[in-house]
């Protein structure tokens, strides 16, 4: 390891540095998930962009969701895999404040995406006669640049406050990264204002989203029961079925980490689960999307092949 002024905040990352036996089979598994998550998140990018098909709503917002998982993932994985490489798990206080941020943008956008996404099928199959004026390009991109500000505004808080506290020397995180809460428990000065600000601003800043999720999906499942076809409802279903999947995966893993009983994972374990949300998820998207979106499918192959 690098020599370290112990006189300034450090951070170090323990990582998976419980199994230095398993270090190599680690990282080939992370550098593949990795690789995979770019090689398809860029091609379903490059598709949406350069295919006049996919020039819909639908389609401009799995663009972002792409966008959003790419950055999501490197805003973490790449740390992890030079970690693993050259054992360096040192993090100065200005970096670790910048992974930090932009951990908590991305994560707190693709809540944002998946919200909005919600709410594009729910016009599509609730109103499907005003879809076009309803989702008009200019409220599309209007969505997005509010979530994009939300975002980084929400980040931008909570990052700005722990800059207050103090930290003396170096500090051990158990976790790859920077996580808010981990980085907070080993401050040397008090944090309850932060954790504070986690449990009632983060909470609606999460919370409002799923919200819109749940209730855009409500509307649906009445609106396909109101349906007397039943080749309608697999028709409606199918248009939001990999959208409900990438929800459940995303919102799946998230739970299993930050709301479960205290002490349910511990350690390794915790770290573990939260590669579900930073990569497993990221890695699925493009897949999921790829295979059940016949459009997507079409314009791939065309692509591709």
Known sequence: ??????????????????????????????????????????????????????????????????????????????????????????????????????????????????????????????????????????????????????????????????????YIGLKKVNHFFCEISQVLSVADSDTSSNFSLIVTEGAVSVGIPFLCIILSYGFILVALFQLHSTKGRQKAFSTCSSHLTTVCLFYGTIISVYFRPSGSLVGVGERAATIGYTLLTPMLNPIIYGLRNEAMKKVIGKAFL
């Open 1 to 166: 390891m690098a020599n370290i002024n112990i006189s300034a905040p450090h951070f170090l990352l323990l990582g998976f540095s419980d199994f230095p036996q398993m270090r190599i089979y680690l990282l080939f598994t992370f550098f593949i998930m990795y690789l995979i998550t770019l090689i398809g998140n860029v091609t379903i990018l490059t598709c949406i962009v350069y295919d006049k098909v996919l020039h819909s709503p639908m389609y401009f917002f799995l663009g972002n969701l792409s966008l959003v998982d790419i950055s999501f993932t490197s805003s973490t994985i790449p740390t992890l895999l030079s970690s693993l490489i050259s054992n360096q798990r040192s993090l100065s206080f200005p970096s670790c404040i910048t992974q930090m941020f932009s951990f908590i943008s991305f994560g707190n956008l693709e809540n944002n995406i998946l919200a909005i996404m919600a709410y594009d099928r729910y016009v599509a199959i609730c109103s499907p006669l005003r879809y076009t004026l309803k989702m008009k390009n200019s409220f599309c991109f209007l969505l997005v640049v509010i979530s994009w500000i939300a975002a980084c505004s929400h980040s931008l808080l909570h990052t700005l406050m722990l800059t207050s506290l103090q």
